[in-house]
């Protein structure tokens, strides 16, 4: 028990929580913490962004590159305003957020103050849990809890509003002991008769396949070790959602890459035929489905997940199963080994023999050029150049997030930061920054498009005045590509607004910030331009400049079903499986 | 919205709907029924009633009666969306969980003279409405029942001379000596 400062208490708080790193920008209404962070000599180490929605991407990238919890701290009104992207994105897909807002005075609350919002009403829809601290007595157990519901079941973004009274004002403060909170009480355990029952469908199915998630990720290093043993012991093929690429690996020959609007013909089309889907950690979110009435019609579905409300949500399941991905898959592998089960060998061959005629296909498949650099070209090439260091890849969202996705060979876990489900533009480079923070000798890269990038440009000067040397790697199109792409397929080739006509020079512009400019405009130079990058030990911007008319193939179009798949022109038509001449097969 | 230019998958095909009563347990602190209605208008769930009193002082616990209508995959998803919300302790479908007893309170404010009061009073009694309020040319009733009875009541009401009603909407609770 000790006297002090509600501002004093944040900063006590966030040491007693482990904190090493918060993400920021000060103004008016949280001047008595970044007071109270000066004199405590920077006991958590405050990193100074260029605008809040950058604060919270960092976090997120933080976060979700250490499974820790991601921690930011912004001003009242403005500042809650900016930060409502990040918490939003942060919800989508369930990262740890702690963010610590400014309010008015207790006594301006709802007087239209200067810089006053309403912050918990604004951010209550957006969040996980929201706190409005009207009493200094209510502020210590506030802190602690906040960092109990961002890290614990589904994890998610909690904002604590600090009035600026209560930042002067006195009090105790003590740190908790493990603390139950009355109500709320996450279900971490499956039911053992269920994951019994599971294991049965598993051994006696014909055509199985996992569909696995960001769950996967989320519940921690342990989840993706027990699924990489499940699935080499019942022999099943594996795909994976956006979120939860990495927990298997991907160089793994029972891995059939990410499934959905773009993923692959093989991994779609085994959603569609399979007759059991083991989905672990994932939400049947609609790119993932496409036309709901024609999804994996022939299946029985086995849904784990730790949130009740996953369920039966878009897909109705036969088989669910709450609780956190680690301990079902963990207790699935007992039950499986204790029954000695085994799976049936001779369905199991004809399924793969089946998968392989839908691998033949080659989806990803694009034609190849000598005189200009291909946006899957640049990031194969940026993989292999890559691949055997300590990589970690952030995205921005758009064309480049999808090659990305399908070129980029992901072999662990947390070393893929994008923004799945809310799709946020500008998510790549800020999660740089945090990613490199927490992973200061790992070489971090930013896929991004230029039009993302440009959206929050702003974060490569916060790369430059902590010395994080970042990557943003841009696959320069001119264009929003995708944009571009559905307006080229679906909307009679008219590009409304989708051209970007003045962009800045971005190797001026990546000197103008002090960081490292490169541009790459041919095929030929590109292996040289990479290595440059990843000797240059400062923040680089590459232009990668590349063909502007470039589609995303595979792509489920409009409320179509999975077996309804459009393709490249690359691609191997079944009755024509030899290579052509010219085609870049992958 | 025109399916074959929208990268969304089509609504789902409409299946029957049902109406349920739910009851949730919740903290009671501040904003925590903009939790609960945000959350109905935010995922453009119904709302047909909705009443909440603190009913337990001293742990703070707060009982929330809302009546909503959806098909089955919906109120399943208005169940399990209630329950994550951090303040919700325990939410219970009362229409489905057993045999439960639901209530409504309103207050009618009828006008009328000479036949009409007179008709008005038998009605009342029949109804086993309470006269709580009176003047020579109006009276305000107090009936508890089942909605159906309420409407029933007000519908008859509506010709002698009605004015305004106040309602409070639906509260339940299950049968039998178990608490929720």
């Not at chain 1, 974060?459 to 307006?487: C, H």
């Not at chain 2, 009982?63 to 329950?83: A, F, H, S, Y």
């Not at chain 2, 404010?109 to 009061?117: A, I």
Request: proline share 5%.
């Amino acid at each position: 028990m000790t006297e002090m400062t509600g501002a004093e208490m944040v900063i006590e708080a966030l040491a007693d929580q482990g904190v090493e790193h918060i993400f920021g920008y000060p103004g008016g209404a949280v001047l008595p913490i970044y007071d109270a962070l000066f004199q405590s000599q920077d006991r958590v180490r405050h990193i100074l962004v260029r605008h809040e929605q950058g604060a919270v991407h960092a976090a997120e990238g933080y976060a979700r590159s250490t499974g820790k919890v991601g921690c930011v701290l912004v001003t009242s009104g403005p500042g809650a305003t900016n930060a409502v992207t990040g918490l939003t994105d942060a919800l989508c897909d369930s990262i740890p957020l702690v963010v610590i807002t400014g309010q008015v005075p207790t006594h301006l609350i709802g007087n239209d103050a200067f810089q006053e919002c309403d912050t918990v009403g604004i951010t209550r829809p957006c969040t996980k849990y929201n706190y409005l601290v009207k009493t200094i007595d209510d502020l210590p157990r506030a802190l602690h809890e906040a960092f109990h519901i961002a890290s614990s079941g589904r994890p998610g973004p909690v904002v604590v509003d600090i009035p600026k009274d209560i930042q002067f004002a006195k009090g105790t403060y003590s740190k908790p002991k493990e603390f139950q909170h009355k109500g709320y009480k996450p279900r971490l355990k499956g039911d053992p008769d269920r994951i019994k029952q599971a294991v049965e469908m598993m051994a006696a199915a014909k055509r199985p396949l996992f569909y696995t998630g960001g769950g996967v990720v989320n519940s921690g290093p342990a989840a993706s070790e027990h699924l990489r043993e499940l699935v080499k012991l019942t022999g099943f093929p594996i795909t994976s959602t956006l979120m939860g690429l990495g927990a298997f690996p991907a160089a793994d020959p029972q891995w059939l890459g990410m499934l959905g609007m773009h993923g692959t013909w093989e991994a779609n089309w085994s959603m569609h035929d399979c007759d059991l889907m083991i989905c672990i950690g994932a939400r049947f979110d609609d790119r993932i489905t496409g036309r709901l009435d024609a999804f994996s019609p022939g299946s029985t579905k086995i849904h784990v997940d730790i949130d009740p409300s996953s369920i039966n949500k878009n897909v109705k399941v036969d088989l669910p199963i709450v609780g956190d991905c680690a301990h079902v898959l963990e207790e699935m592998l007992r039950a499986w080994r204790a029954n000695s089960t085994k799976p049936d060998k001779q369905a199991l061959a004809a399924w793969w023999d089946q998968i392989a005629k839908w691998r033949a296909k080659k989806s990803l498949a694009y034609r190849g050029s000598n005189d200009i650099i291909k946006p899957q070209y640049a990031i194969q090439r940026l993989f292999e150049l890559t691949k055997d260091r300590d990589t970690y890849i952030t995205t921005e969202v758009g064309q480049h997030q999808m090659w990305a996705a399908q070129f980029y060979q992901f072999q662990e876990p947390n070393r893929w930061m994008t923004s799945g489900g809310l799709g946020t533009m500008g998510y790549g480079l800020p999660a740089s920054v945090g990613v490199q923070l927490a992973h200061p000798d790992s070489l971090v890269i930013d896929i991004a498009g230029e039009a993302s990038v440009m959206m929050t440009m702003q974060e490569i000067s916060t790369a430059v005045q902590y010395d994080l040397p970042v990557k943003i790697f841009i696959i320069n199109n001119k264009y929003m590509g995708m944009v571009r792409q559905w307006q080229e397929l679906l909307h009679g080739g008219r590009y409304s607004h989708s051209y970007s006509e003045a962009l800045p020079d971005f190797v001026k512009l990546a000197e103008a910030y002090h960081a490292h400019g490169i541009r790459c405009e041919r095929p030929a130079d590109l292996d040289g331009k990479i290595l440059e990058m990843i000797e240059v030990k400062r923040p680089v911007i590459f232009d990668c400049v590349v063909d502007p008319t470039e589609n995303c193939f595979p792509m489920i179009p409009s409320g179509r079903a999975h077996n309804e798949m459009l393709l490249g022109d690359a691609s191997v038509s079944v009755e024509d499986a030899v290579t052509e001449a010219g085609k870049m097969l992958v | 919205m025109n399916t074959s230019t929208s990268h969304y998958p089509s609504a789902a095909v409409s299946e029957r709907v049902e109406t349920r009563t739910l009851c949730v347990l919740v903290d009671n602190e501040p904003g925590v029924l903009a939790r609960v209605i945000g959350l109905f208008a935010g995922r453009g769930y119904n709302i047909d009633s909705l009443t909440v009193s603190e009913t337990e002082h001293e742990k703070h616990l707060s009982r929330i009666t809302i009546v909503t209508r959806g098909t089955p995959m919906v109120l399943e998803q208005i169940k399990n969306q209630l329950d994550r919300l951090v303040p919700v302790h325990r939410v219970v479908d009362v229409t489905t969980a057993g045999p439960a007893i639901q209530r409504e309170l309103a207050m009618v404010k009828v006008r009328g003279k000479d036949e009409h009061r007179m008709e008005a009073l038998r009605l009342a009694d029949a109804f086993r409405a309470r006269v709580i309020d009176a003047t020579t040319e109006s009276f305000v009733f107090e009936i508890t029942g089942a909605s159906e009875k309420i409407e029933s009541f007000i519908a008859l009401m509506l010709p002698i001379g009605l004015v305004e009603v106040s309602r409070t909407g639906v509260v339940a609770i299950a049968r039998g000596p178990e608490g929720m």
